[in-house]
């Protein structure tokens, strides 16, 4: 019995140390050694007792050295926020540049809208090119490495493109660069939020803070599909709306040079853990069933999403619907979405309840890609915005959920590479039912109306309503990060994913 005391007593200070840091309470195992050394209450021995004592003491001494850790949040995790936010904003802008404006800038270059139309989808596929180089960024350099990078391939981006339009006659491949180059940027900015959360929020507030970044993309979109319909209301001032958009993207790429690679300490014990290599990262998504699942109904609607706001002007503009009244239905789209995703983000923070709004939004996301195949034959504005308005509504209030959950179902995986595959896998998809949807398009001399989309509507409703099945069987095999469970109540599997369970749901630092 006394070399037992002896040992526990000998516990080394760094022992103890790691023992603090992993999150295991000091205090709580001292007293589990004590009681499983505990005599019967009929045999007393001074000599036990004092080694008590000892023992006792010298935890006591350990507590007043080596304090529980504080962990604490700081107010410039804010300035990284905004300036994550901005660069969303303008590369989805940069994105949709010439998409709200087809037929001008087709008339500007001297070519047709399905030409037009590449510049959206090379962009999306340019995003697939970058990801690997995404990944490995954010892994070796976080966030700050990944806006340095982006704001670089934006800011050459842009000027190649106004260098394209300002030439005599315009050119149309110089420009089809420049959007490369700047499709090659956004995957460093849409997949750095849940990475930057992670790393500067609390469980609180960090699919608010997801939500904040990731949604600021579309929003660009917002922007372009509202603005630039009036910045270029004829082809010869689709030259000047280029370079109003360069100007506003080369000032907005000046802040990232000023972020902090990281907070001074850790904000809670999730941020200060060190993520597997690479390779054992895409190990533990593959392996992941509840990860695909999820991957397989977000790369769908994501390239949904990308698709119908490249094409929604060449959808509704047969129907005699204005080039600015599609504008409106875009920005419906998209603004109605980011108000809902507002209300919902604070309460996924708060409630943690993550599959159970997964799997109702996923349906109404399918519902409404069915309804669209009818909007546009009504020729009345009021069928398409409302429905607009709704799959934004869905589809925004989904996506900083899906990103969130799909970093506590892959703890200890890093966040860069679960939120930057599933975002590859929508742009990718987007690019490809562009391409699809385009191909789907009646001629302009045929159809009724003439040009009219509506067999790629019915693709897109189609390819919506398959994806619904994943999301219906997300958690059935358990939470995925890590716990055996597979419970669908309030919380369920996901409350006991890794980093849930490391952070204590919220209730620590």
């Not at 340095?148 to 050459?156: K, M, Q």
């Not at 094409?311 to 419906?332: N, V």
Request: with cysteine; net charge neutral.
């Amino acid at each position: 019995m006394r070399d037992s005391l002896s040992l526990t007593r000998r516990t080394s200070k760094d022992e103890q140390e790691r023992l603090l840091t992993s999150g295991v309470d000091w205090e709580e195992m001292v007293t589990v050694d004590e009681s499983s050394l505990a005599t019967p209450k009929d045999s007393t021995s001074p000599e036990i007792s004092a080694e008590h004592q000892d023992l006792d003491g010298a935890a006591q001494d350990h507590e007043e050295e080596n304090p529980p850790r504080a962990y604490r949040v700081y107010k410039r995790r804010w300035f990284g926020l905004m300036q994550l936010v901005l660069m969303n904003i303008i590369v989805s802008w940069d994105w949709l540049s010439y998409s709200p404006v087809a037929n001008t800038a087709a008339a500007y270059f001297s070519t047709t809208s399905s030409v037009i139309n590449w510049l959206s989808t090379a962009f999306l596929f340019a995003f697939v090119v970058a990801s690997p180089l995404t990944i490995y960024a954010l892994h070796r350099g976080g966030p700050r490495l990944a806006l340095i990078i982006s704001s670089l391939l934006i800011l050459v981006g842009n000027w190649i493109r106004y260098a394209g339009t300002r030439a005599s006659p315009p050119s149309f491949p110089a420009v089809m660069v420049g959007q490369i180059l700047i499709g090659l940027a956004q995957p460093f900015v849409l997949s750095a939020p849940t990475h930057y959360s992670s790393l500067w929020f609390t469980p609180a507030g960090r699919v608010s803070a997801t939500a904040i970044a990731s949604l600021a993309n579309p929003f660009g979109g917002a922007l372009g599909q509202l603005i630039n319909p009036f910045l270029a209301t004829k082809p010869s001032e689709i030259h000047p709306m280029t370079l109003y958009i360069a100007l506003i993207s080369s000032f907005a790429t000046i802040p990232s040079l000023f972020i902090p690679a990281g907070p001074p300490t850790p904000v809670s014990a999730s941020s200060s853990h060190t993520p597997p290599p690479l390779r054992h990262t895409l190990h533990l998504l593959t392996r992941n069933k509840n990860y695909i699942l999820l991957f397989l109904p977000f790369a769908t609607y994501v390239g949904l999403f990308n698709a119908i706001s490249s094409l929604l002007t060449q959808i509704l503009t047969p129907y005699a619907f204005s080039e600015t009244e599609s504008g409106i239905a875009g920005a419906l789209l998209i603004l109605v979405g980011l108000v809902c995703a507002a209300i919902t983000s604070p309460w996924i923070d708060r409630s943690k309840r993550y599959l159970p709004l997964i799997r109702v939004l996923v349906p109404v996301i399918a519902t409404a890609y069915l309804a669209f195949i009818w909007a546009p034959g009504t020729r009345s504005p009021a069928a398409p915005y409302v429905i607009c308005a709704v799959l934004g509504a869905a589809s925004f209030s989904l996506v900083p959920v899906a990103l969130e959950w799909a970093v506590e179902i892959t703890w200890p995986a890093g966040p860069e590479a679960s939120s930057t595959l599933c975002w590859t896998g929508g742009q990718l998809l987007g690019g490809v039912f562009i391409v699809i949807c385009d191909a789907l398009k009646e001629d302009d001399d045929q159809g009724d109306p003439k040009g009219n989309m509506a067999k790629g509507l019915v693709f897109m409703a189609v390819v919506a309503a398959g994806a619904v099945p994943c999301a219906l069987l997300l958690g059935r095999f358990g939470g995925g990060g890590g716990s055996s469970s597979s419970s669908d109540g309030a919380v369920g599997a996901e409350r006991r994913a890794g980093r849930l369970q490391v952070d204590g749901d919220g209730n620590r630092g």
